[in-house]
């Protein structure tokens, strides 16, 4: 069976022309797309029915309500997106790329991060926004994924990409070693906008959201500028 066969229909505009003729995942060799058939029935896009949009919280039941954390306490953003939630063979991919370096993944995330954009009918903005890191982050790891996610969608999106919009000032511990409260101490005062984004419709882009602690700082430092904020990530985390 045909790889665009199998792929949900609002995901086939995405593939690019060419491929790699080895699958990303098991290395067999001869296919037709970034996957062979049998590394393909792993992968299992979001419900678009199950979840807050305003956060991504998924829900056991189709809905499309604000959920009760969102309600009691809104975030920033005018508007939310993600791609896939941060499980199964979905974590595994984006894990290897963020902490393994395994850059042959980043078009196929590019695309799952575009079709997330329009799936959550977001309005193309002025400028995108990636969330920093600092110095020594970048040195530790050599990259920041986030920024590279970004970059590729700039250009799919011809909007311009502002590396420098944000950054990080401050050296922080991981968050993901932190507690929901530990995460939104973590991040306070930690990052500065230019202010160039002074009056900009902004798309700020994460790989991973967890509590939201990150973006919501981000988006609030944004707003210092007089930005108007959407956010769009690649993996919601299932808290």
Not at 90 to 112: H, M, P, W
Not at 180 to 185: A, K, T
Not at 206 to 229: F, H, I, M, P, Y
Request: net charge positive; aromatic share 10%.
């Amino acid at each position: 069976m045909h790889l665009k066969k199998l792929l949900p229909p609002s995901w086939k505009r995405f593939l690019p022309l060419s491929w790699i003729n080895r699958c990303l995942l098991c290395g067999r060799p001869e296919i037709t797309g970034p996957f062979c058939i049998q590394c393909l029935r792993l992968f299992s896009p979001k419900t678009n029915s199950r979840f807050c949009p305003l956060c991504g919280r998924p829900y056991l039941i189709p809905a499309r309500h604000v959920c009760a954390e969102c309600k009691l306490d809104p975030p920033p953003w005018e508007k939310f997106g993600f791609a896939v939630f941060f499980t199964g063979i979905f974590k595994e991919i984006i894990a290897n790329f963020k902490f393994g370096t395994s850059f042959y993944y980043l078009d196929f995330l590019v695309g799952l991060l575009e079709c997330g954009f329009w799936e959550a009918k977001l309005d193309v903005p002025e400028v995108i926004v990636s969330v920093p890191m600092s110095k020594g982050e970048i040195q530790k790891r050599g990259f920041n994924q986030s920024l590279e996610l970004a970059k590729r969608l700039g250009k799919r999106l011809n909007v311009l990409v502002a590396k420098q919009g944000l950054s990080k000032i401050k050296e922080t511990r991981p968050q993901r070693q932190l507690s929901r409260q530990e995460r939104l101490q973590n991040v306070k005062k930690v990052f500065v906008s230019q202010k160039e984004l002074q009056n900009k419709k902004v798309l700020l882009i994460d790989d991973v959201l967890t509590t939201g602690a990150t973006c919501k700082e981000c988006v609030r430092v944004l707003k210092q500028n007089n930005c108007s904020v959407q956010v769009l990530v690649l993996a919601r985390a299932v808290e």
